[in-house]
């Protein structure tokens, strides 16, 4: 009756670049990936996968997916979408014609010539982002900082909290208020929602920071929207009005907070009258919420990345982050500030990233300044004559992706990128590599949104002619000639390496318990009685939450600390948390705005992750194409309805898309999810096509949230 052969079961990580870092079970029958689902036994992940995920193994099948080496033929630009054509080579050619290639760049211009590109498409420690840093460190090659996201708000949770992992999202059961600001959890971070959900049913007030009625906004209790970049106003007068409302908790704040009294000052400007006249927020709202907030103890904040996406975002953060001190929050268990627990993570990053293999004076390239250093605004030298993508999708995902694609059809550049599929960015490469999925190679993830290591099995082998991207850097290293023992370990072994076993917080596991058990929650004590910072105890100088800083120079701090020469770029920072105007809008630059009078943001879209599945029909289906949210008032101004083709636009480039005319945006600001593939899209443009380079100020983040545009409909 039953003849199927049996299904074998192996443990699973998602690989995203999610704060859920879900536990997977991935199941095998005859050597095919029939289905992956959450491991139910996982606290967090409890059995379900999101909207992206749950068909994973499908994605593994897609017809569209890259199976071998890809070389191109013919000149840049000559294919049917303006890409490039590819011909079928084997691993053996390309890695020679790579080898060949470097070596007379290096012979010519140096091996700073050469740059790496890498993001989050892959989290895992052997698998992912700084899998390749060993390689090109050793190779001699640019440094390539990587501050797309969180770079703002974890340099100012560093110079705040130093490096302390936060309240347990676990703990939020125990909230009484709980703030969601700027993240929408609903979409982004799913598996934190029923920990909210729960406190919610004990009692507990739920509210959400954010300028447009996100799906997490239509669930909570109360939405508060700010204007874009107007946060740090906002923070600082809820704090003014705790000082005047005698809200503070004196005795905390006297024992475990440094630079109260100068912040105090600082904040006795931004009352409530003149917080709404900068936020938009009533001010009767901003003595509610200071209220509130400092009276329903345990009271709590999950801040999102999109924080810091405005010229001023990581100072906002800052003043955020004072929010729950002030008032004696991390006091109780399920008070405080989630910000990102990976700074808990016992990972040995030094290992893991090799800084020390940086040569001096290397010089640094920030990966939002791409298309200027490959179009040649960014004065370079020698300039970039070879780029290695891996992990990432800058024609996406990098601001100003007119300047990278102008770049990127170079006919002296020569572009090798590591892929599943023919992206936006891989189209236009000189060498394609196929890639291993998560489902096919071994990894060890940790997590910016919880306290869970999980380890991912290797299930099934790779399809067709597709390596593990380590495998990739050990053909690499071989053909380059470096011998050291890193480039020969095994997955397995790699796994092992990048973890500091005899840290207390591994509490005693090893390996065999990974492949045991799947996963291991860091010993940071448990959820129900833990509070961390009750008597402070901050990993910083003076021990205390710092509010005041002395002497404080900027830097970069990604979750992956940069960890080399350039993080330090000396540029002096406030020492308070403070307000920083955005650099595009109306009342910052009403020039601008003349032309381009609407401030557009651009968070994640529901069913994609970045841009990976954003050329999969049926992900497409769910999101719909790409629109443009716009308020009714701006809507008629400019005689667009509802479904109306539309084109967003600014000097710095336009795309297209529906119009959808809703009251979920106030007038003056519009909204278009991110992740859509240009080349997909009406015309060849995404949100990605206007946003600037900028960076904000600390931890040179970017400004995805600080632009202006003008909306036209298409006729
Ligand atoms: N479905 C889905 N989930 C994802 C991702 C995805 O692409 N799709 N990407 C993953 C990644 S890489 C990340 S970093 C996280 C990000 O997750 P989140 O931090 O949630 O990021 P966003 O969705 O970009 O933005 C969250 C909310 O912040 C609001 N916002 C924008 N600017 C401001 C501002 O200036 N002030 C305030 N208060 N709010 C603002 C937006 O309107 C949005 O609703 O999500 C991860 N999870
Ligand atoms: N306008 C705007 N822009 C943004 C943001 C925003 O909110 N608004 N968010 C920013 C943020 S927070 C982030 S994190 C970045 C994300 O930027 P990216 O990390 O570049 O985003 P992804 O789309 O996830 O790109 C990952 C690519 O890596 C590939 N990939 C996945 N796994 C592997 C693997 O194992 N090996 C190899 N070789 N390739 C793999 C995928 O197919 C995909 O094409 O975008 C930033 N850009
Ligand atoms: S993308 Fe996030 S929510 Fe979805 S499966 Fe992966 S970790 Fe879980
Ligand atoms: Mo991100």
């Not at 074998?8 to 990936?33: N, S, W």
């Not at 999101?50 to 191109?72: I, T």
């Not at 479904?643 to 636009?649: C, E, L, T």
């Amino acid at each position: 009756m039953n003849d199927q052969p049996p299904r074998e079961k192996f443990f699973g990580a998602c690989p995203h670049d999610c704060p859920d870092t879900c536990a997977m079970i991935y199941e095998v029958q005859d050597g095919r990936l029939v289905e992956v689902r959450g491991n139910k036994e996982h606290p967090i992940t409890r059995g379900g996968l999101c909207v992206k995920l749950k068909d994973f193994a499908e994605h593994h099948v897609n017809p569209d997916r890259l199976m071998y080496p890809l070389r191109r033929v013919g000149p840049k630009g000559s294919g049917p979408n303006g890409g490039n054509v590819f011909k079928r080579i084997t691993w053996d050619e390309a890695i020679s014609e790579i080898g060949t290639r470097w070596r007379e760049i290096i012979a010519q211009y140096g091996a700073q010539a050469i740059m790496p590109q890498s993001y989050l498409g892959n989290m895992g420690l052997v698998q992912g982002i700084n899998s390749g840093d060993p390689f090109f460190n050793r190779l001699g090659s640019t440094v390539n900082e990587k501050t797309y996201c969180t770079s703002g708000s974890s340099t100012a949770w560093l110079m705040t909290h130093g490096p302390t992992g936060g309240v347990d999202p676990e703990s939020f059961v125990h909230s009484k208020y709980i703030v969601i600001w700027a993240c929408n959890s609903i979409s982004t971070n799913l598996h934190h929602w029923p920990f909210v959900l729960e406190a919610q049913k004990r009692g507990a007030k739920v509210v959400v920071v954010d300028p447009y009625k996100s799906r997490t906004a239509k669930a909570a209790d109360w939405h508060i929207a700010p204007k874009p970049g107007t946060d740090g106003a906002l923070a600082l007068g809820i704090i003014n009005s705790m000082v005047e409302q005698g809200l503070i908790d004196q005795d905390y704040v006297d024992n475990y907070v440094h630079g109260f009294p100068e912040l105090k000052a600082r904040a006795a400007e931004f009352t409530p009258e003149y917080v709404e006249e900068i936020t938009g927020v009533k001010a009767a709202d901003v003595s509610k919420f200071a209220r509130e907030f400092a009276t329903s103890q345990p009271s709590a904040i999950r801040i999102g990345v999109a924080i810091e996406r405005s010229a001023g975002g990581a100072q906002a953060a800052r003043a955020v982050y004072a929010i729950p001190a002030v008032c004696g929050s991390w006091r109780h268990v399920g008070g405080g500030m989630l910000q990102l627990p990976l700074w808990d993570f016992p990972v040995d990053w030094v290992k893991a990233a090799r800084p020390d293999w940086i040569k001096p004076g290397t010089r640094v390239v920030n990966n939002l300044r791409l298309g200027q250093a490959l179009n040649g605004e960014m004065k370079l030298d020698p300039p970039i004559k070879s780029m290695f993508v891996f992990c990432t999708n800058p024609v996406s995902q990098s601001p100003e992706t007119n300047k990278i694609v102008e770049g990127l059809m170079r006919e002296d550049l020569f572009t090798v990128v590591a892929e599943h599929f023919i992206t936006d960015t891989a189209k236009y490469a000189d060498i394609i590599l196929p890639s291993a999925m998560a489902g096919e190679a071994e990894d060890m993830m940790w997590s910016w949104g919880h306290f869970y290591f999980t380890y991912n099995e290797k299930a099934i082998d790779p399809p067709g002619e597709c390596k593990p991207t380590s495998e990739m850097w050990r053909l690499l290293a071989k053909e380059m000639g470096f011998d050291d023992p890193v480039f020969k370990m095994t997955d397995s072994e790699l796994c092992a390496e990048y973890i500091n076993w005899t840290d207390p917080k591994m509490g005693g596991v090893d390996m065999e318990y990974f492949k045991k058990h799947g996963y291991y929650k860091i010993d940071v004590g448990s959820a129900d009685t833990r509070t961390p910072h009750s008597e402070g105890k901050f990993p910083t100088p003076s021990g205390k939450i710092e509010l005041l800083l002395h002497d404080a120079k900027n830097f970069v701090a990604g979750p992956f600390r940069a960890m080399y020469e350039g993080e330090q770029d000396g540029t002096p920072v406030d020492p308070l948390p403070g307000y920083v105007p955005v650099r595009e809008s109306p009342e910052t630059n009403p020039e601008l705005a003349k032309r381009y009078p609407l401030n557009i943001i651009s968070p994640k879209s529901h069913a994609f992750l970045n841009s990976c599945y954003a050329n999969e029909p049926h992900k497409i289906k769910i999101q719909g194409e790409q629109f443009v949210m716009i308020s009714p008032a701006d809507a008629a101004k400019r005689n667009i309805r509802e479904g109306d083709p539309v084109r967003v636009q600014n000097e710095r480039g336009n795309f297209e898309g529906v119009a959808r005319v809703t009251d979920d945006v106030t007038p003056g600001i519009v909204v278009a999810t991110l992740g859509y593939w240009r080349s997909l899209n009406r015309s060849d443009g995404s949100v990605n096509s206007i946003s600037s380079d900028a960076w904000s100020g600390l931890g040179r983040a970017p400004t995805f949230s600080d632009n202006l545009v003008e909306v036209q409909r298409v006729n």
